[in-house]
């Protein structure tokens, strides 16, 4: 259970434990197949952990500078999220309900997570921003993997979960990728656009992808006190048009016209009309409505659909291995060396990718030399435009060497600050050029040899699901000063201290970046050969089990083979069952209408 949510026991039984019987039984069915299909136990293990606990996951989605953190801070009554021009880093926030006030931070990499407990609004916004800012944590250098907030707010007493997501569209891409990335964990969400412009043909974009991964999905159109009457209901007149034509959807969407800074405004200030004038009661009321009577529909339709995913991918694997058992020994030996021949010519070209990706990493590389090159030039023209500052400039005296030192250590983390998260944007965007069309030829070879088992043995074919972001996490240290450190500081001159500063802080920069690169590299090349391993042993796994048993067994596997398809058979069951406790998610804006 995530730390600080509400019992599951509030929450009525007969809603939720069907689906957890499926669950179960499809875990088991899993166990039952062998020890290559323990990853999909797992999944569903995780997904039945999910719905027990009843943790509805309501994101709140859309571009960059529309407003999201001040409109789930309207909602839950508290300035606790960051918010203003500077763009959130690649983590999600998830807000949930607590008893007291606490932020949770937990880490990729494992380590102990940390824990703070404020006792104001500013207090618990400075330390959340610490972690969620692009200026505090640019390209998420701490390798935080999610922040909670514990609330004891009245709309989070039901068990949803609100989620505040990076913006599309900011400068920071991988901001992009990282929202794009998660909307599987998504089983609801908030759409958001606003008054100034209208919507985008990237948050449309946007809008597409986001339909074909999130169960329930409602629009809110924020800022609304920047327009007239007039220009407010010919905005939203625009926004359905296009809905409607360009989004293709269907009946009439429900839009909610809000000003999310009128209402956060409304709500520290106890202003009961404000708060209505702000648009933000209608937007409460309909969430309340709908986490009263439909959280429960909604969440069972999000974990039913991501566990038919995964009961497809098992029947795939187990009608291999029943096939394989079924084949005589001497086709099902042809077989496995057919498929083995693809199994080759994947790892080829796999090993092609990972050369070309040493290429690709080579050039990077150079890159970054040329700009470490570059920018020490410039931090000794910038350090050196600092001494010819301020008063008594032409003094040479120990003071005024004191005070530019002083100068320097005061502005050194700012602006080598600035000079990182340049390079590191540089650094991301050649990264995820190269490394994009790579992982989408790695996926087309997970697929080709899925689909090649499933034709050599005639089974349905079914495509996996996954996504895994790219994390950067190294980060340099900055040298304020030489001085302090020098065994005899007299020795040098000021103009060699400022040369030091420059060429010590830039190779930081470069070093740190270097470190993040080769990280970056060796995740992807281990992630082709872990994918490609997981790959060969859920299928071939299933034909080198049925040729050894039909060795063992001298042919005698007719209890074996009883016994696969009678759990094939109860998997289908289940899979039917899955099927029909999802059926209400494909359409996501007729299951609960309101009046806006």
Same mark, same amino acid.
């Given at each position: 259970m995530r730390d600080g949510m509400i019992p599951f026991a509030v929450m009525a039984p007969k809603d939720y434990l069907p689906l957890a019987n499926l669950l179960e039984k499809a875990g088991e069915a899993a166990a039952g197949f062998g020890l290559q299909f323990d990853h999909y136990r797992r999944q569903l293990a995780d997904l039945k952990q999910r719905l027990t606990e009843g943790r509805l996951h309501l994101a709140v989605l859309g571009q960059f500078k529309r407003g999201k953190s001040t409109l789930l801070n309207a909602l839950v009554g508290e300035s606790i999220l960051p918010m203003g021009i500077v763009p959130l880093t690649a983590v999600p926030t998830f807000i949930q309900y607590g008893e007291s006030h606490k932020i949770v931070v937990q880490y990729q990499d494992g380590r102990s997570h940390d824990e703070f407990?404020?006792? !104001?609004? !500013?207090?618990?916004?400075?330390y959340l921003s610490g972690f969620v800012t692009e200026t505090n944590n640019p390209e998420n250098h701490l390798g935080v993997a999610e922040v909670q907030v514990s609330l004891p707010a009245p709309l989070l007493a039901s068990g949803v979960v609100l989620i505040d997501t990076p913006g599309i569209g900011s400068t920071y891409r991988h901001n992009t990728m990282a929202t794009l990335n998660f909307l599987q964990q998504c089983d609801a969400a908030l759409f958001l656009i606003s008054a100034d412009p =209208?919507?985008?043909?990237?948050?449309?974009?946007?809008?597409?992808?986001v339909r074909e991964q999130v169960p329930r999905l409602f629009f809110v159109m924020?800022?609304?006190?920047y327009l007239d009457d007039q220009e407010l209901n010919e905005a939203l007149i625009f926004y359905k048009r296009v809905l409607k034509d360009t989004a293709g959807w269907d009946g009439d969407p429900t839009v909610f016209c809000v000003s999310a800074r009128n209402g956060l405004h409304a709500r520290t200030a106890m202003d009961a009309s404000e708060w209505v004038a702000s648009g933000m009661a209608k937007l409460e009321t309909f969430l309340k409505d709908f986490l009263a009577k439909e959280k429960m529909s909604a969440l069972i339709d999000a974990v039913a659909g991501r566990a038919g995913d995964a009961a497809d991918a098992i029947l795939m694997d187990a009608g291999i291995a029943l096939r394989a058992l079924q084949l005589p020994q001497e086709v099902l030996g042809e077989k496995i060396v057919l498929f083995e021949q693809s199994m080759r010519q994947a790892s080829r070209e796999g090993r092609l990718i990972l050369d070309v990706l040493e290429g690709d990493k080579k050039r990077i590389l150079a890159f970054i030399e040329e700009e470490s090159k570059e920018m020490r030039r410039e931090a000794e023209i910038f350090l050196k435009e600092m001494m010819s500052q301020g008063p008594g400039v032409h003094r040479f005296d120990k003071s005024h060497k004191s005070g530019i030192q002083q100068a320097w250590t005061d502005a050194i983390p700012e602006y080598f600050g600035q000079q990182q998260a340049t390079l590191n944007e540089q650094v991301r965007e050649h990264l995820l050029e190269c490394l994009t069309p790579h992982g989408q030829r790695l996926?087309?070879?997970?697929?080709? @040899?899925?689909? !090649?088992?499933?034709? @050599?043995?005639?089974? =349905?074919? !079914?495509? @996996?699901?996954?996504?895994? =972001? @790219?994390?950067?996490?190294r980060k340099p240290y900055w040298v304020l000063n030489t001085w302090s450190a020098d065994p005899l500081p007299i020795l040098k001159s000021i103009d060699q201290r400022r040369d030091d500063l420059a060429r010590r802080n830039v190779e930081n920069i470069r070093w740190s970046t270097i470190q993040n690169i080769n990280i970056s590299f060796a995740r992807f090349a281990s992630r082709i050969k872990e994918r490609l391993g997981q790959t060969v042993a859920a299928t071939k796994g299933a034909m080198d089990v049925a040729q050894e048993r039909r060795q063992s067994n001298s042919g005698n596997i007719e209890e074996e083979l009883s016994q696969i398809s009678k759990r094939i058979s109860n998997l289908e069951s289940v899979r039917k069952e899955l099927a029909g406790a999802a059926s209400r998610s494909a359409q996501p804006d007729t299951h609960f209408k309101v009046n806006p």
């Open positions: 407990a404020g006792t !104001s609004d !500013s207090e618990l916004n400075r =209208p919507i985008t043909e990237a948050e449309l974009t946007f809008l597409c992808q924020n800022k609304i006190d996926d087309q070879l997970v697929e080709t @040899l899925r689909r !090649s088992a499933a034709d @050599l043995f005639q089974v =349905p074919y !079914s495509p @996996l699901v996954h996504d895994e =972001p @790219l994390e950067i996490k």
